[in-house]
């Protein structure tokens, strides 16, 4: 058995609108499968500046962060031999600021897709929980009244 691998990941659930911004993996693990756009964190990288970094690669999609969806894992099950590190994955939930979605870096194909579409495109649990969470915390801030006690 070789060297266990744990690594940092970090996501991001993007929204245009009701659309959810979703990528094809175009590599192992889970190679064809569609999932948000994400990646490894860099040694000395800030967990925001990644997210927005692997967007931006995977999709050509610029974006501001909304806030943090939570803290997810990948623990390797044997069912995949692809797929044979630990992962501990930051997502963060996102606004779509610029930009028309293209397969870059790793990813086979980059889109837009309607929530409910999105939610059954995706393959694996943990990702549609982030998606669904990405929702109501998104609904959350939008509707917070700012300081002045105007909605926004």
Do not use: C
């Given at each position: 058995?070789?060297?266990q691998?744990?690594?940092?990941?970090?996501?991001?659930?993007?929204?245009?609108?009701?659309?959810?911004?979703?990528?094809?993996r175009?590599?192992?693990?889970?190679?064809?499968?569609?999932?948000?756009?994400?990646?490894?964190l860099?040694?000395?990288?800030?967990?925001?500046?990644?997210a927005?970094?692997?967007?931006?690669?995977?999709t050509?999609?610029s974006?501001?962060?909304?806030?943090?969806?939570g803290?997810?894992?990948?623990?390797?099950?044997?069912?995949?031999?692809?797929?044979?590190?630990?992962?501990?994955?930051?997502?963060?939930?996102?606004?779509w600021?610029?930009g028309?979605?293209?397969?870059?870096?790793?990813?086979?194909?980059?889109?837009?897709?309607?929530?409910?579409?999105?939610?059954?495109?995706?393959?694996w649990?943990?990702?549609?929980?982030?998606?669904?969470?990405?929702?109501?915390?998104?609904?959350?801030?939008?509707?917070?009244?700012?300081?002045?006690?105007?909605?926004?």
């Amino acid at each position: 058995m070789g060297e266990q691998q744990i690594s940092v990941g970090v996501g991001a659930v993007v929204f245009r609108g009701r659309e959810v911004l979703l990528i094809k993996r175009g590599k192992p693990p889970f190679k064809g499968r569609w999932s948000i756009p994400g990646g490894g964190l860099h040694h000395g990288e800030r967990l925001e500046d990644a997210a927005i970094r692997e967007v931006m690669e995977e999709t050509g999609v610029s974006i501001r962060l909304g806030g943090l969806i939570g803290v997810f894992e990948a623990i390797p099950a044997g069912a995949d031999p692809d797929f044979n590190r630990h992962v501990v994955m930051v997502d963060y939930w996102a606004e779509w600021v610029a930009g028309e979605p293209a397969a870059g870096d790793d990813a086979a194909a980059a889109e837009f897709a309607a929530l409910d579409e999105a939610l059954s495109r995706v393959s694996w649990d943990e990702t549609r929980a982030a998606i669904a969470r990405a929702e109501k915390l998104r609904n959350i801030a939008v509707q917070t009244p700012d300081s002045a006690g105007k909605r926004r």
